[in-house]
């Protein structure tokens, strides 16, 4: 029983890397452990808490969802590929953090938000990030920086 | 919400695991070979596309295929199409997709209203409808929605194609009409009459968990049908309520007191069947609340 | 000023850029992985364990079980000696012949990878003898039940009772009794990121370095040490990012415990990372307690008499090195308190029984006594036809009543219950409420209003646990030194799990010496680097490692004036410091940068006189005296609506007004308050471990443990007023406790005023949709 593997090619943050990975490796152990990308976190393994969240293919996607050899050929995006500066930096005078674990998934989520709509209300930031468990904060920091990033940027 | 099987909801304990067991993987070009290794490793194998339920499933060890067939890049499968008669979805088409078409909106309200209680955006764009159907949870939104829609699906194998209709297909908790080499490949979705209503309602405890009981309506001008999921084995049709309520539009108590006797929800510490059965009550009085009188 | 500025945090700047360093992201050479085989049994006698076939496996390299251990690592008894009477069984890392709860650790497999760890896990064969099960307090206490552990004659572990007054007076007297049994389900801490542990042995010098997700790495050094017969200067424990911790991280952990002894055994680098259902069945949990409770009034609504029984259903162990007992003392101490009355009675009955071990985590037994105190007031009004906020102004120790020893035998030194709803009331237009609520009631509309007052005990004194013989340190010691540019590391005993109590400690240490905050760093989080401290629970972070620094800091400050006054020839009392230069204290003229003292200090230390206290490195410590706990105290109003055909509770606006002294950085504290709110409403509607009559959990994921997520909370005012504590300099009191201590009672209040109408009551947390519907009678 020795565990089967297959070379996968990809971006990753940009950069082309090809490796050869378990089969049952999931994204997220992949970045994080083949290729010490960390930011990206591991919570529930049932893609319930939204820790491991990363961009595939310019969807934001469940780390721990997807097989590392399902992510050959594609882009992946995790948050030390970059998100948005203007809401890294309102997430930190807002403190919309705390430990900061679930810090890179309400981030990457957020900006795919902003993306797809540039006028949320409270409502609906609260519900675009649903999925995503943070278990320091109220919520409401992280709720108060993107909608202070929405307004900031229609002005 | 289909993202969670009931697998992981049931705790599995003694070896502790999160991590998924080995298995082979290979990802065809073609549904032709697909359906070949299909039918080579039938008993053996897994398909999987967007995996947002099946890889729970091999996280926590509770299925160990010894090889997955991922369909997920055959992009024939992705097509939302449409004749007279028919709305066509392939099984690969995501959540997010089929919220997205507009296609769907104009004929198909109800699946636009059901999606919107499915998971959280990162599962939507990977979950399709297919692999939702396939799995088959008892709390899934899609499979109410096309036995309310009296969809049909498309089975194919090497042994060729045949068509199940959705009261036909779903046969218990995860099981389905899906013999072990078949692959579901498409929904077809009757156009609804002109003037029909369709309400899609469910209470779940928090936004995009699983329902603890939801109901699909569908109000053609002369024929009504109700599909509930959440409170037996599968999504179910309750076939007297739709005959009362298409019979008789406005005997409103009647069919909230009916609808009450002809579901049997499975036993459940949480959630009790008193209470499930409850909920069906209220939902469909909701639901025809929101019919034009 | 900095103390009381809305400063951001230096460490979320690496956070928000994903470089935070948590344990998982460690890797270390030649480290291997642990995966636990676990008892699938709540009650199971071990027969034998087979680990040949699991031993077979590509990458397997060891497979551990208790006997394994017994040489390398001793048990262990959580005793407290202010608890004599308490019963203390014996714990080993692995379970040693009987597995007591379902979740148990019973053997340890160490591979290459965590999936192959995995492999072998599922291949160790555990030949199990099942027994009979006890799962809840009143089974472990009946007469005939099974006895978990050899060396006790029942499943009780602990009974005491406070007494004050006489209560069978006060109820004889009373003109009015309401009464009500309560029942507050199992729940737990629930950090995102999971207990995880990296563990490493290096034979030539005996030394044990461990990386862990914890909140006392002091504490950890000690117990490793003891328990492993390792000198304690050869064991070093670093805690790096802490994702999350809220008690559930400061304890000992068995199954971290035995990747330490493995890490030994084996000569590889361990790495154990607990699993989201290895979590949900081997933390720490908490509550769990069935209460019932009354309350006597006079005719007019004062408060006679309290008399209230906690049966609480501990764990399988007491939870190691504090045991379990605050749990259930809190509410034998705490209910009532905010209230004058005199005559108390609280019994407590605590229950050993097949379940995880139970013990402290945020707002230790605070919710439960506050639900069920403010919850009886409720009632009261109710009975006596009063207005809630008045019968709770007519009853509320007034500022003059302190300092007091309350009926419960808590000593308060200065709360401010009037005050926090004054401002309550200002901010929360209750009338205007009501009106609303009684129109939407027309509608079918059912909403309704809670208050609870609170009380937070927080930043423990030494007494507590120096007295019951744990080695817990409660005082602070803060480590200053100036580099040779003259910027400030400070290095401190307390740690910084999100909480930003890093960032506080650098706003005082900034502020007393006068420097720029930039030009500090707080240091934290290594038991080898820091001064011995306690680390971070019970809400002690700025209460005592803030007076702590504002110590150092005020003798670092007197070295470098003593050096620039040396230098200036001048007195050292005419200079201060500001902006990080020394300056005439009376005119403002600048002299000289701090940065030329560090260069002075260390590199030109022959141009110093003799005999001035000149050291740029400084350690002062804090610990008070004479007080077990700094007290805190505050309010919350939650309203709700609840929708009676389906019974989901859906929580509206909620305000928290709270007095924790003084505040060194109100951004952090708010922000706070509402994660312990949060957490509060989670408790009270939606989280709950709970276990068939088997003892087997049925809610081992977050598919059936529902957490509080964004798309239900609502938005929370947070407003403080700050009455100093007297007791220390800076005036800080504890601030973490507060918004879960009280979210539970308000949520509780407020269901109840929004079916009172329909007239029912429901006195069970979390409060269920099909709960609440069977309260109404609708199911």
């Known amino acids: 029983m020795s565990t089967k593997h297959r070379r996968i090619s990809l971006t990753v943050n940009g950069e082309a890397v090809a490796r050869e990975v378990p089969v049952r490796l999931n994204l997220v152990d992949f970045l994080r452990h083949d290729l010490g990308f960390t930011g990206s976190h591991v919570g529930c393994e049932q893609g319930a808490c939204g820790a491991c969240t990363v961009v595939l293919d310019g969807q934001t996607v469940r780390g721990c969802l997807v097989l590392a050899v399902q992510a050959d050929g594609c882009a992946v995006v995790t948050i030390e590929g970059g998100v948005d500066d203007d809401l890294r930096e309102m997430f930190y005078t807002l403190n919309a953090l705390q430990c900061g674990f679930c810090t890179p998934g309400m981030l990457l989520s957020s900006a795919e938000l902003l993306r797809a709509n540039p006028n949320p209300s409270r409502e609906d930031i609260r519900e675009y990030l649903s999925g995503n468990f943070c278990r320091c904060t109220g919520y409401q920091a992280i709720v108060d920086a993107v909608f202070t990033v929405a307004e900031a940027r229609r002005s | ?293 | 000023m900095s103390i009381g500025a809305s400063v951001p945090r230096d460490r979320a700047k690496r956070l928000l850029l994903g470089r935070g360093q948590f344990v998982d992201d460690i890797q270390l050479p030649r480290m291997v992985h642990l995966a636990f085989v676990r008892s699938p049994y709540a009650h199971a006698r071990i027969e034998a364990i087979g680990t040949a076939e699991a031993m077979a496996l590509p990458g397997v390299i060891a497979v551990y079980t208790a006997d394994d251990l017994e040489a390398a690592v001793s048990s262990w008894r959580p005793e407290h000696k202010l608890f004599p009477t308490m019963a203390a069984p014996e714990q080993f890392a692995l379970a040693k012949g009987t597995a007591r709860w379902q979740g148990e650790a019973v053997a340890a497999v160490i591979a290459e990878s965590r999936a192959q760890a995995e492999d072998g896990a599922e291949q160790v064969a555990v030949t199990w003898h099942e027994l009979p099960a006890v799962t809840d307090a009143n089974a472990a206490l009946a007469p005939d039940a099974p006895i978990l552990h050899d060396d006790m004659t029942s499943n009780l572990a602990f009974t005491t009772e406070v007494v004050a007054g006489d209560v069978a007076v006060a109820f004889g007297q009373a003109a009015h009794v309401v009464e009500e049994h309560f029942r507050f389900h199992r729940h737990s801490g629930v950090s995102l990121e999971p207990r995880g542990i990296i563990a490493e042995f290096e034979p030539g010098e005996s030394r044990l370095t461990v990386h862990q997700s914890h909140q006392t790495p002091h504490q950890q050094q000690d117990l490793y040490a003891r328990l492993m017969g390792l000198p304690e200067h050869k064991v070093r424990v670093i805690c790096p990012d802490v994702g999350g911790a809220f008690g559930l991280k400061h304890h000992l952990m068995a199954d971290e415990l035995v990747a330490c002894v493995a890490a030994r055994l084996s000569g590889r680098p361990v790495k154990f990372i607990a699993d989201r259902l290895e979590s949900f069945l081997a933390d720490i949990h908490c509550r769990d307690h069935e209460v019932h409770a009354r309350m006597a009034f006079s005719a007019i609504g004062e408060i006679l008499g309290i008399e209230v029984d906690d049966l609480f259903n501990a764990g399988a162990y007491g939870q190691y090195p504090r045991t379990s007992i605050a749990e259930g003392n809190q509410i034998t101490r705490l209910t009532g308190a905010p209230y004058r009355h005199e005559h108390y009675r609280a019994g407590l009955r605590m229950a050993f029984l097949n379940k995880s071990i139970l013990g402290h985590i945020r707002s230790v037994g605070h919710p439960i006594a506050c639900a069920v105190t403010e919850r009886l007031v409720d009632m009261g009004a109710t009975e006596l036809k009063l207005d809630p906020i008045e019968i709770r102004r007519m009853n509320y120790l007034a500022d003059d009543d302190f300092p007091r020893t309350s009926s419960g035998g808590v000593d308060f030194e200065n709360l401010s219950f009037n005050g926090c709803l004054d401002k309550a009331v200002e901010m929360f237009d209750v009338p205007a409420f009501r009106a609303e609520q009684a129109n939407l009631r027309n509608e079918g509309i059912y909403r309704g209003i809670g208050i609870a007052t609170f009380v937070e005990l927080t930043a423990i004194g030494p007494e507590y646990y120096g007295e019951g013989g744990q080695h817990i340190s409660a005082q602070e010691t803060c480590l200053l030194r100036l580099e040779g540019s003259g910027t400030v590391r400070c290095y401190t005993g307390v740690t910084d799990q999100g909480q930003g109590i890093d960032t506080g400690i650098q706003q005082v240490v900034a502020d007393v010496m006068g420097v720029p905050l930039a030009d500090i760093e707080v240091i934290s989080g290594d038991s080898a680097l820091c001064p011995v401290g306690g680390g971070s629970w019970g809400s002690r972070g700025a209460a005592l490692g803030g007076e702590a620094a504002m110590r150092a800091a005020r003798t670092l400050r007197g070295n470098i004036l003593n050096i620039a006054a040396s230098q200036l020839q001048k007195d050292p009392g005419d200079l201060t410091i500001d902006q990080g230069v020394v300056i005439d204290a009376a005119s403002g003229t600048s002299h000289m940068a701090v940065s030329e003292i560090g260069r002075i200090g260390h590199f030109q230390p022959y141009n110093i006189p003799d005999g001035i206290s000149a050291d740029l490195t400084v350690v002062e410590r804090y610990g008070s005296r004479d007080r077990m706990f700094l007290a805190g105290n505050g309010l919350q109003i939650a309203t709700v609506e609840v929708d009676i055909d389906t019974g989901i509770v859906t929580p509206l606006r909620h305000l928290v007004v709270h007095d924790c002294g003084r505040i060194l950085n109100p951004l952090l504290v708010r922000e706070q308050v509402r994660g312990g709110v949060v957490q509060g409403i989670g408790a009270a509607l939606y989280e709950e471990l709970r276990y068939d009559e088997d003892g087997h959990l049925l809610t081992g994921s977050f598919a059936d443990y529902l957490v509080p997520m964004a798309g239900e909370m609502p938005d929370i005012e947070v407003a403080h007023i700050e009455t100093p504590t007297k007791t220390s300099e800076l005036g800080a009191k504890g601030a973490g406790e507060a918004g879960t201590a009280g979210a539970v009672g308000s949520i509780l209040n407020a269901v109840n005023d929004a079916i009172a109408p329909l007239e029912a009551s429901i006195a069970v947390t979390p409060i269920t949709p099909p709960r609440l519907l069977k309260a109404l009678g609708r199911i």
């Open chain 2, 1 to 293: 919400m289909p993202y969670f099987p009931a697998g992981p909801r049931r705790s599995r304990i003694g070896a502790d695991d999160v991590k998924a067991p080995d298995f082979d993987y290979c990802r065809p070009e073609s549904m032709a070979d697909a359906l070949a290794l299909l039918s080579l490793h039938a008993d053996d194998a897994a398909i999987i596309a967007g995996g947002q339920s099946l890889l729970p499933i091999l996280n926590f060890r509770l299925a160990a295929p010894e090889l997955l067939i991922d369909i997920g890049r055959l992009d024939e499968l992705k097509q939302v199409t449409e004749d007279d008669e028919f709305v066509e979805i392939g099984a690969l088409v995501s959540h997010c997709d089929l919220a997205d078409s507009p296609l769907v909106g104009r004929e198909l309200p109800l699946l636009h209203q059901a999606i919107d209680h499915i998971a959280h955006p990162a599962v939507r764009h990977r979950g399709t409808i297919g692999g939702s159907l396939a799995m088959a949870d008892p709390a899934a939104e899609l499979g109410a929605c096309c036995l309310a829609l009296d969809g049909a699906f498309s089975i194919v194998s090497v042994r060729g194609q045949r068509w199940v209709a959705a009261a036909d297909f779903f046969k218990g908790v995860y099981e389905t009409a899906l013999q072990p080499d078949e692959i579901l490949t498409a929904i077809r979705l009757p156009k609804p009459a002109p003037g029909t209503i369709s309400i899609f309602e469910e209470v779940a405890r928090r936004r995009g968990d699983f329902a603890m009981a939801g109901l699909a309506l569908v109000a053609a001008p002369n024929n009504l049908r109700i599909a509930l999921l959440g409170v037996a084995d599968r999504p179910v049709l309750v076939e007297q309520t739709m005959t009362l309520l298409t019979n008789n539009p406005t005997a409103v108590d009647e069919a909230v007191a009916l609808i009450g006797t002809e579901v049997d929800p499975l036993d459940d510490p949480t959630y009790p069947p008193a209470y499930r059965r409850h909920l069906v009550q209220v939902l469909l009085r909701r639901a025809l609340s929101r019919l034009p009188q």
